[in-house]
């Protein structure tokens, strides 16, 4: 079916693009477009890591996110006090995405930070903060190997994230703000190359739903993963 508002079919991804290198001085950025959501991923490599995780001998990725005061069409405030309670959810999935995919003993001593920042949003932002942020992740495995701090480079493989859900009765892929806001279904999926699953996160806004459901939510989740992680390797020259 045709009838969503911007003509797509249910199980069509939103147009999306990705930039690399639009933060010169970080050691590995994009910037991901997914329709109108727009984010830049950065990745910051320091040496050592925290003193919880000094004796390991292996290395650690966290990321941080943030969503700008005119990203939406009210300006909301900066969170100065610190982050809220959906901040420090969606962060602590991006990390927990990212490290699926890392080798920490291959990353060795060094701490490699994410920063997602939303420059426009219009619904799956913490998806394409995954998807961005592996991309820029694994440009800084390039350079950690070209600056002779790592043998090879530690991301093993690629990771990607799709919202999807029931929208007017039926399973839709990649949700906009507008499908969202109605939908009476909303999930998240996680994946790597190769179909494992990450993280699923799905709720019923109403009325439960079914198994069957489920299962087509899932197999259109990760049929969109398929194709982002494709246009990961296509930004990275993978391909």
Known sequence: MTDRADGRSDDQLRPVSIELGVSPYAEGSCLISAGQTRVLCTASVVAGVPRWRERSGEGWVTAEYAMLPRATHTRSGRERNGPKGRTQEIQRLIGRSLRSVTDMAALGPNTVTIDCDVIQADGGTRTASITGACVALSLAGVWLVGEGRCETNPVTKRVAA??????????????????????????????????????????????????????????????????LLGQQAEALGLS
């Open 162 to 227: 799709i919202s999807v859900g029931i929208v007017d009765g039926r399973p839709c892929l990649d949700l906009d703000y507008a499908e969202d806001s109605s939908a009476q279904v909303d999930m998240n999926v996680v994946a790597t190359e190769g179909g494992g699953l990450v993280e699923v996160q799905g709720t019923a806004e109403g009325d439960p739903f079914q198994r069957a459901e489920l299962d087509r939510m899932l197999d259109l989740a990760m049929s969109g993963i398929e194709t």
